[in-house]
């Protein structure tokens, strides 16, 4: 790889972030990369992989990888590793991940992206389960739909560096809705749980739930013993207590659905992102 090589275009308070929290030193990013690389072929030639094309090795692909992991290059090569194995051991529920096979999930109002991020420059995504018709679009198009736009959203160095958070506004959910997601396969399988802790290479900053009911502790006891510690405490449980969103999240850009004082939430911005025409 050539030193000059142009593999990103962070500056300003990003690149400061990206230096001091996850120890990205622009002097030896390439030869990071370049550490990284050497190490994935190598384990590919060890697995005797049939066709190693397919799987992306690009700078700009493995730099994702490292900022996920801080720099460290085995925990970062660890993460490659997940990362395919994850899809390879998913392949009969995840499929073709192409967005407009999914078109109908992002349309469907359950889930929007916000325009502008939060306090800390996370991205935000806003969920509202009680709009996902699960008896049209089953849970496997809900997983798929959202692991497509995970990895939509880390191409976007911005989102590499500052992480994602979550909002979820339980409102309206009922408990025919949470318990059909309780007793599924995949929840009992916490695919979810292991894609975000194992096989993501981006930074969860905070999972938010607003107006959950009692019944949702449901899945959340069949999830949490999935969860390790870091991923447990960021967790949050607003409840109505919008006020308590607001620490992290300017009420000015939370959508008027969510507590907020914007505009209604919107699949807009979310279908700009995965290059799906608005209707």
């Known amino acids: 790889m050539a030193e000059g090589e142009q593999v990103t275009a962070i500056s300003g308070a990003t690149l400061e972030k ?9 002097s030896t990013r390439l030869q990071s990369i370049d550490d990284l690389r050497k190490l994935v072929e190598s384990d590919e030639e060890a697995e005797g992989l049939v066709d190693p094309s397919l799987r992306r090795k690009d700078p700009k692909f493995l730099l994702r990888f490292l900022r996920a992991k801080k720099f460290d290059v085995e925990r970062a090569r660890a993460l490659y590793s997940n990362y395919y194995a994850f899809r390879a051991k998913h392949a009969d529920i995840l499929g073709t991940l192409e967005p407009r096979a999914l078109d109908h ?7 929007s992206l916000l325009e502008h991020r939060d306090k800390t420059g996370c991205a935000v995504m806003c969920f509202k389960p009680s709009l996902w018709p699960m008896d049209q679009y089953p849970l ?5 739909a959202l692991l497509i736009l995970l990895d939509r959203l880390m191409e976007d160095e911005e989102n590499q560096v500052h992480g ?7 409102e309206g959910v009922s408990l025919y809705q ?6 599924s396969d995949l929840a ?11 096989a993501f290479p981006g930074r969860f900053k905070g999972l938010h739930f607003l107006n959950q009911p009692w019944y949702i502790s449901i899945p959340l006891s069949i999830i949490m013993p999935f969860m390790k510690a870091k991923l447990r405490e960021r967790f949050h ?17 939370l959508p008027s659905d969510f507590g907020g004082e914007g505009p209604p939430s ?13 209707n």
């Open 18 to 26: 990206a230096i001091s929290e996850l120890h990205e030193d622009p």
């Open 105 to 111: 999930m992002y349309r469907c109002g359950a889930m």
């Open 140 to 144: 496997t198009d809900l997983v798929r």
């Open 164 to 170: 994602l958070r979550f909002v979820y506004n339980y």
């Open 178 to 183: 949470v318990f059909t997601v309780a007793r």
């Open 188 to 198: 009992r399988k916490g695919i979810m749980v292991e894609l975000i802790q194992e």
């Open 237 to 253: 449980l607003h409840g109505a207590d919008y006020a308590s969103l607001s620490q992290y999240i300017d009420l000015q850009d």
């Open 266 to 278: 919107s699949s807009k911005s979310l279908c700009t992102l995965l290059g799906l025409e608005q």
